[in-house]
């Protein structure tokens, strides 16, 4: 595709709710990136894929958080249990090298809001 | 945990004026970059610089960096209303760490 895109664009979610956040990246890109952030705040650094793998996820800030890239393309963000602290911004990054932290491109990301 | 520091949070300028905005950050770096936000948008990345590189420009845009000091500045010449956006720093190894941002008001 001409760039990365996520879906969708906001969610509402009931405190206790399942949600699932789609990254459909750059079409060849091997690395892809989830971050998080939050009002006023700068992303950070949540789990990193290279193709299929998920090669760091040294950043999800609990065991509700679960990502997968199960084909080395499309990525589900799954958050479990979502708590009020989950609201944010979920920003989805890929790019064509691996391991780089040059030439990111960024999707607009998914506003999420935990009532 | 955030590597970058922009200063100052937030900054109001005339169209036409320049804007200057620092970063300071925490470890060895191999590379600083610099991104723009638009409200309500993803971040594009506007430029890089490498840390045996003490000066770039791209456009209306000149990096420095000064590795001694932690630093870098980003300053934006002849500011127009486009340029209204969240401005951050980042850098680290491949999982970028960001700065809180600096906030760019360009009033016409």
């Known amino acids: 595709g001409a760039g990365v895109s996520q879906s969708p664009r906001y969610k509402v979610a009931k405190r206790g709710q399942d949600v699932a956040l789609r990254c459909d990246p750059i079409?060849?890109?091997?690395?892809l990136f989830w971050y998080q952030q939050a009002l006023g705040q700068g992303p950070e650094f949540l789990t990193y894929?290279?193709?299929?793998?998920?090669?760091?996820k040294s950043g999800l800030p609990s065991d509700r958080f679960f990502a997968e890239r199960p084909e080395g393309s499309v990525s589900t963000l799954k958050i479990q249990r979502t708590q009020q602290e989950d609201s944010a911004v979920y920003l989805c990054?890929?790019?064509?090298?691996?391991?780089?932290?040059?030439?990111?491109?960024f999707g607009s990301g998914t506003q999420l809001s935990v009532l | 945990s955030q590597q970058g520091e922009e200063d100052p949070q937030a900054l109001s300028i005339q169209e036409g004026e320049n804007a200057t905005m620092n970063c300071s950050y925490k470890?060895?770096?191999?590379?600083l970059q610099w991104y723009r936000q638009n409200s309500g948008r993803g971040l594009v990345h506007l430029i890089l610089?490498?840390?045996?590189?003490r000066e770039k420009h791209s456009g209306r845009l000149r990096v420095t960096l000064d590795t001694s000091k932690k630093s870098s500045s980003l300053l934006i010449t002849a500011s127009r209303a486009a340029d209204t956006a969240s401005y951050f720093c980042?850098?680290?190894?491949?999982?970028?760490?960001f700065g809180a941002g600096t906030t760019v008001t360009v009033r016409a």
């Open positions: 990054a890929s790019s064509l090298e691996p391991a780089t932290n040059e030439k990111l491109f």
């Open positions: 610089i490498r840390s045996n590189e």
């Open positions: 894929f290279q193709n299929e793998a998920q090669l760091d």
């Open positions: 980042a850098s680290n190894d491949y999982k970028l760490s």
């Open positions: 470890t060895s770096i191999n590379n």
């Open positions: 079409s060849g890109h091997v690395s």
